[in-house]
């Protein structure tokens, strides 16, 4: 079975990055079991909340088809728990060189968040080169993509932050863009009310897009 993957590896596996809030520990390997039935199996368990960390440790173990990651790394102390617990990947909603460099010590694959030229510049002079492109819909959407085309022609997106099953296929469409992240497959509702199949059924349309 394959344990390491790289960035580009995690954005290339379905069209959608699911970005999961878990605030109870018993929800996890149900809702992991359901996404990877329906197609998906990278997985953003953002640190949002307490359980997280727990979460993703038990989805490590318990399902191994999936391939959890942590999201909203935001410190290298983030980075560091994200990968003890087991976390594949991390995906941070900004940048900063200490998240970078505690990321690349680590041999941890992390998706950088950026919303600017600039901060693009220096996740690249750091040697990242797939990014998430937070917050997407608010911080420009596809204009901003397809301006991005010219300059930064080589980095790969992974847009996240107002994207759903409606506007997911035009982000999709974009030479820059290897997948887009979202929650609309994740409902909150769902995860609470343990409505598994209709999380597979989000995840099943979600990974059927066409890229
Ligand atoms: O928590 C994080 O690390 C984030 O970066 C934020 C999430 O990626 C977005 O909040 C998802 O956006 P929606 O799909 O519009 O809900």
């Not at 394959?2 to 390997?29: E, F, G, N, Q």
């Not at 932050?161 to 974009?174: S, Y």
């Not at 909150?188 to 059927?208: F, P």
């Amino acid at each position: 079975m394959k344990t390491s993957w790289t960035a580009l590896d995690v954005m290339r596996d379905a069209p959608v990055i699911p970005v999961i809030v878990l605030h109870d520990v018993k929800d996890a390997v149900p809702l992991a079991r359901a996404l990877v039935a329906g197609g998906i199996r990278m997985l953003e368990v953002t640190l949002r909340t307490r359980e997280a960390l727990e979460c993703i440790e038990l989805i490590a173990k318990e399902v191994p088809e999936a391939v959890a990651g942590a999201g909203t790394i935001r410190s290298a102390a983030d980075a560091q728990a994200s990968a003890l617990a087991g976390a594949k990947f991390g995906v941070s909603p900004g940048y900063t060189r200490a998240v970078g460099k505690a990321c690349h010590d680590l041999g941890l694959p992390l998706l950088p968040g950026v919303a600017t030229g600039s901060e693009i510049m220096l996740a690249q002079e750091d040697g990242f080169t797939e990014l998430k492109f937070f917050p997407a819909v608010q911080a420009g959407g596809l204009a901003m993509l397809k301006a991005w085309q010219g300059p930064f022609g080589e980095v790969k997106f992974c847009p996240t932050g107002g994207i759903h099953a409606g506007n997911a296929p035009e982000f999709l469409a974009l030479s820059n863009v290897a997948c887009v992240g979202g929650s609309w497959i994740v409902p909150t509702d769902a995860i609470a009310a343990g409505d598994w199949s209709r999380i597979e059924a989000l995840a099943r349309e979600a990974s059927q897009l066409a890229r």
